[in-house]
């Protein structure tokens, strides 16, 4: 089960930090998984927009690099979304990730067996 927080509104250039804990698996076990965060905008499909792997090899989305960072934490199996300079655009729903096993990509979203209840972040300009 993957539970997210810290979504909520806030203005352009401005900041935010999402949270997803994974349960029901050991910290061994998760710390192999891919973790990713996605987002729906209204009216689009799903878009990835960071992923981390194994080693914290780490991926971003074009639209997002240099302005989010995502970590994990595996004491505590977290994923972390920071969020920095958002803008109106980065307004969508986000939702947690998780692919057990081969090779994960930010364009793969089928791939992912798991998925957070999502959390939305609103951005007003």
């Known amino acids: 089960q993957l539970v997210e927080s810290g979504g909520g509104s806030v203005q352009a250039g401005g900041s935010l930090k999402l949270s997803c804990t994974a349960s029901?698996?050991?910290?061994?076990?998760?710390?192999?998984?891919?973790m990713a965060w996605f987002r729906q905008r209204s009216g689009n499909g799903r878009e990835g927009v960071a992923l981390?792997?194994?080693?914290?090899?780490?991926a971003y989305s074009d639209s997002v690099k240099g302005r989010f960072t995502i970590s994990r934490d595996n004491a505590d199996n977290t994923v972390y979304l920071e969020m920095n300079g958002l803008k109106p655009e980065d307004t969508a729903m986000y939702y947690c990730?998780?692919?057990?096993?081969?090779?994960?990509?930010?364009?793969?979203?089928?791939?992912?067996?798991?998925w957070g209840q999502g959390t939305q972040v609103t951005v007003s300009s």
């Open positions: 990730a998780v692919q057990r096993r081969g090779n994960c990509a930010l364009e793969s979203a089928a791939l992912f067996e798991y």
């Open positions: 981390i792997v194994r080693n914290d090899i780490t």
């Open positions: 029901g698996v050991s910290r061994l076990t998760a710390s192999s998984y891919c």
